[in-house]
C-alpha cells in the first residue's frame, strides 16, 4: 500500500511540473509572438517612414564641405584639382563629368546650385540627373553666354521672357496673347504658343502608301506630322558613329499639342569610346497604342540624338512631315565611312532666310536655291541667301552641309509640306539665332557674381528619377569643351533635396 501511494504522489509530481512546463511554453511563445510582432511592425514603420516622411524632409548636401554624401566630380582623368585663390577648385576638362549623390529617400525636387568660372564666351553647359536606366539624364542649362550677353528686357524665371524692345509688363501678359507678326525663339524650353491643336488640314486624306525619308540626318531632329483617322507608324533606323567618348542613345518622344504622349530609347550600340567602329545600324518601330486610332491633329516628333549618331532613315504611313529649326544632311561617304555612297539630296523651305555650312572639305559644294547659289567653298563659314518664293527648293549635291531655316520649315517633296502653326516660332540654339528673334523665352537666368565666381541655380522635378542602391547619378555636360581645349572651374555644388510631407508642404 505505502508503494501504490507513493506511486501515485510520483505520478501526480510529474504531470504538475508537465502542466506547468506546458504553461510555461505557451505563455514563452506568446511572449515571443509578441516581440516578433512589435520588431516586425517597427521595421516595417522604420521602412514605411523612411520613404514616406510624412512632415516632409529637406537634406543639403555641399562639395566644399567634403560631403560623404556628395561625390567628388569625375572620371579622374577629366578632372584636376587646383587651388586658386587660397580655395580647393575642381577643372573640368572634358564634355561630360560624373558625380553621385545619396538619395536616401523619394525625393519630390532638387535645387542645384553651383559656383563656377566660365571664361570661354562661346561655352555653354548644363546639368542633369539620369532620369533612365540607360544612359539619359534630364538637363537643364547652367551657362548660356549668348543669352548672358543680351542687352534685351528680362522677366520672370522659370519661364525667363527675353524682349528686344520691351511691350509686355509680364510673362503672363506675354504667354496668354502672343504676337503673330514677331519671331519668337525658345531656348530650353517647351511652349504652349501655337498650339498646333488648332491646326486642321482641309481636304486631307491619308496616304496609302508610305513614306520614306532616306537622306542620312546626323544628330537631334525635330519633326511635326499630321494625321487624320489613320494609324500612326514609324520605323527610325540609327547608327552611332563612335566619333566622341560617351553612349549614344536616340530618346524618341511624341507630343500632341505640349502632352507627352509617347517615349522610348533607342539604346547605344554598345561602344563608348573614340574608336570609329560601326556596327550595323539599328531599326526601332513604333506603331500607335491602344484599340483605336490616334487623335487627329498635328504631332511633334523629337529624336534626340547627339551629333555621334546618324538617323540612317524614317518610314511612315504619315505623309504630311516637316522638320523644323536645322537639319544636318550627312549622305557623303567620304565624310562618313557609314554612309554606302555619296548622294545627291532635294529639300523644300518656306524660310525667310536661309543658311548652309559645311565642316569638311568633302562637304565643299555649290547648292542651289531656286534660281540662287549658295557657294560654299570655306569651311565653318555660314553662307546665307533670301529665298525669293513661298515655297522654294533646295539642291545639295553631296550633302554633309547643316541648313538652317529662319522662320520655316523643311519637307523632302513638295506634297509633305504643311504649316504646324500660324506662330513664328524658332529653336534657340546659337548667338546667331538670338540676333534673329524678337522675343525668347528660355528656361533659364543669367548667373550672378559672388566674391569673383559666378553663381547660378535650378531646380529639378525627380519624379522621373533613376536611383539605384540610394544613389542619384548627376552629369555636366559641356560640348565641345574638350575638342577646343578649355576648361571650366567649379569650386563648389550645393545641393538641396526636398521631399513634400503629408499636408503638400
Known sequence: MVKLAQRRNLLFVRHYFYLISERTIFHLQLFGQFWGIFILTAFIAFIFLSNSAPLGITVQYAMEQNSEQLSPLGPKNRVQTITIQGQQASKITDDLVYFITEAPFQFDSATVKIFYQNPDPDQTFSVGFQDQQTWHYASQPFHVPFLNALNWSRLGNNPTLFQRKQSYPSVDAFLQNPPQDAVIGTYDYNTDIGNTSQTLLDNYTPSKQDTVISTPLRGKQTMYVYLDKEPFKMTVTKQDLNWYEGPDPVTISIYKANDLVYQDIIPDDGIINTSQKSLPPQQFVINS?????????????????????????????????????????????????????????????????????????????????????????????????????????????????????????????????????????MQIITSDDAKLADYILADYYPPQKENGWEVNEQTYDLSTAYVKNNKLSWVIQAPHLKENGHSILIKDIQITFHKKGWNGQ
Not at 484599340?291 to 516628333?301: A, I, Q, R, T
Not at 557623303?332 to 559645311?358: D, F, P, R, V
Open 289 to 425: 497604342p491602344g484599340p483605336g486610332l490616334p487623335e487627329s491633329g498635328v504631332y511633334k516628333v523629337v529624336l534626340d540624338a547627339t551629333d555621334d549618331t546618324i538617323i540612317n532613315s524614317i518610314t511612315t504611313n504619315l505623309h504630311k512631315i516637316v522638320f523644323a529649326g536645322s537639319l544636318f544632311l550627312a549622305g557623303n561617304h567620304n565624310s562618313y565611312g557609314t554612309i554606302a555612297s555619296t548622294s545627291a539630296s532635294t529639300l523644300y523651305t518656306n524660310a525667310l532666310s536661309l543658311s548652309a555650312e559645311t565642316y569638311h572639305n568633302s562637304g565643299k559644294q555649290i547648292i542651289q536655291v531656286d534660281n540662287q547659289q549658295i557657294n560654299l567653298y570655306m569651311l565653318q563659314t555660314p553662307v546665307t541667301v533670301t529665298p525669293q518664293n513661298d515655297i522654294s527648293k533646295i539642291f545639295v549635291p553631296f550633302n554633309d552641309v547643316t541648313l538652317d531655316a529662319f522662320q520655316g520649315y523643311f519637307s523632302f517633296s513638295p506634297d509633305q509640306f504643311f504649316l504646324p502653326t500660324k506662330y513664328h516660332l
